[in-house]
């Protein structure tokens, strides 16, 4: 993970507006070791994609940014980042309860409610990657949601049971530093296999729209740039990137 073997920090705040926003200011300031973490306990302004935001619950949650060098990547394979941050966020819920899955491009969901959103920002330098800060804000303990965001959901109130917030952190990185390890030993196509197999409404027609309107698709598949391939009934095939289609999701009913 760090070939001059420094030690990680490990930043932990009571507040603050945003880790990923922390740590790019610390970024700025000094460059820390690869696989340094900032954890809080309440974030002010907590971001997701294109200025969504998250709401969480002091001290109930687990929301952390972890910094990493990936300057092996080309650019045009960033996306290769949020797969494997995915899928590991993925794997640790699944050693909790089951129905857990991957809404494109980087959304975890349990069955039709969303239990982690996650913020990844990447600086280049050239043709490569410099750096990457993954955001993310995992849904543990809190139990009523009070935003107006549509389909929230905790572990805790999937299983009734309250959760140890470090050991899920721990499982998550021993899990994606596995993951990362096979983007540094090129099994890329292994890692993009996975996250197909994990996608949300990944195995037929679900409802979409898009500037046009709503339709009924498949995932056909999944660009190596993150571009989504939808696929319609009459065979049409239409090329998403971000923002660009809406997965229409079912709404539930409260727990």
């Known amino acids: 993970m760090n070939s001059k073997n420094e030690t990680p920090q490990i930043i932990r705040l009571a ?3 945003s880790t990923n926003n922390y740590l790019r200011e610390q970024c700025a300031k000094v460059r820390l070791p690869e696989g340094s973490l900032v954890i809080a306990d309440f974030q002010t302004a907590g971001k997701g994609q294109v200025g969504n935001s998250w709401e969480s619950e002091a001290g109930k949650n687990l929301m952390f940014s972890l910094l990493l060098y990936p300057d092996f990547l080309p650019a045009n394979r960033q996306f290769l980042i949020s797969q494997i941050a995915s899928l590991s966020v993925k794997e640790t819920l699944e050693e909790y309860t089951d129905a857990i899955t991957v809404k494109w491009p980087n959304d975890i969901y349990w069955k039709d409610r969303k ?4 913020l990844i920002e990447n600086d280049l330098s050239g043709q490569l990657l410099y750096c990457s800060v993954i955001g993310i804000g995992l849904n543990i303990n809190q139990k009523i949601f009070r935003s107006d ?4 959901v905790s572990l805790a109130q999937i299983t009734g049971k309250t959760y140890d917030r470090e050991e899920i952190l721990a499982r998550f990185l021993h899990i994606f530093f596995h993951y990362y390890s096979l983007l540094l030993q090129e099994k890329e196509e292994e890692i993009r296999a996975s996250y197909m197999a994990a996608l949300y409404h990944g195995d037929g027609y679900y409802s979409y729209t898009d500037e046009t309107g709503p339709f009924e698709a498949c995932i056909h598949a999944i660009e190596p740039t993150g571009h989504l ?3 319609l009934r009459s065979g049409e095939r239409r090329r998403y990137a971000f923002k660009e289609v809406i997965t229409v999701v079912p709404r539930s009913e409260d727990m």
């Open 229 to 231: 391939i939808l696929r």
């Open 149 to 152: 965001a549509p389909n929230p």
């Open 15 to 17: 507040e603050t507006d």
């Open 115 to 118: 239990i982690c959103g996650m």
